[in-house]
T-cell receptor, first 113, second 114 residues
Framework: SQQGEEDPQALSIQEGENATMNCSYK?????LQWYRQNSGRGLVHLIL?????REKHSGRLRVTLDTSKKSSSLLITASRAADTASYFC?????????????FGEGTQLTVNP | EPEVTQTPSHQVTQMGQEVILRCVPI?????FYWYRQILGQKVEFLVS????????KSEIFDDQFSVERPDGSNFTLKIRSTKLEDSAMYFC????????????FGPGTRLTVL
């Protein structure tokens, strides 16, 4: 499997429900970042969590990181139709110059009104 | 709020032609990047640029590609002789201190090679 794999690939929920997306990676990381992409549009930065952090919150977003399992999860609480988008995790590896982000395949979230 | 801008939003070109994609990173950022996303696929790193030189590049970034910061604000990606497989969305990004900080992306340029 590839660095930065999200699951599920697609998730459909009702407005008001919580959405949880998971990301797994293979190499040691400096940090992990989550992005949102609306169809055909640019990437919007959501949150960054560093390898020495276990949990981080930003508004309705909660991100966890488990470096022993090399996995992260993104929780969106009280979802809205406007949250409909693709969500990607991206890792900054520890052992490189620290420049590149490696993206996962993404989870397509659909929030039904 | 400062943002990364890119022009044009859509570029159509013939195979073999040269294209230049332009980006204006966030003004106090020091690291600049190009990524691409082929339709339906994941975002792929192309190149990073710091202190007026390439700091890292991927296997995709071959001799057909080049980057330049011609002045204090613009950052460009040139593809010398486009191929059909270069058709993709190209994203510019910038960050204050490399990948150890948030990378902020522009809206992208959709390149279509015919």
């Amino acid at each position: 499997s590839q660095q930065g794999e999200e699951d599920p690939q697609a998730l459909s929920i009702q407005e008001g429900e919580n959405a949880t997306m998971n990301c797994s990676y293979k190499t040691s990381i400096n940090n992990l970042q989550w992005y949102r992409q609306n169809s055909g549009r640019g990437l919007v930065h959501l949150i960054l969590i560093r390898s020495n952090e276990r949990e981080k919150h930003s508004g309705r977003l909660r991100v966890t990181l488990d470096t022993s399992k090399k996995s992260s999860s993104l929780l969106i609480t009280a979802s809205r139709a406007a949250d409909t988008a693709s969500y990607f995790c991206a890792t900054a590896p520890e052992e490189t110059s620290g420049s590149r982000l490696t993206f996962g395949e993404g989870t397509q979230l659909t929030v039904n009104p | 709020e400062p943002e990364v801008t890119q022009t044009p939003s859509h570029q159509v070109t013939q195979m073999g032609q040269e294209v230049i994609l332009r980006c204006v990173p966030i003004s106090n950022h020091l690291y600049f990047y190009w990524y691409r996303q082929i339709l339906g696929q994941k975002v792929e790193f192309l190149v990073s640029f710091y202190n007026n030189e390439i700091s890292e590049k991927s296997e995709i970034f071959d001799d057909q590609f080049s980057v330049e910061r011609p002045d204090g604000s613009n950052f460009t990606l040139k593809i010398r002789s486009t191929k059909l497989e270069d058709s993709a969305m190209y994203f510019c990004a910038s960050s204050e201190w490399g990948a150890y900080n948030e990378q902020f992306f522009g809206p992208g340029t959709r390149l279509t090679v015919l």
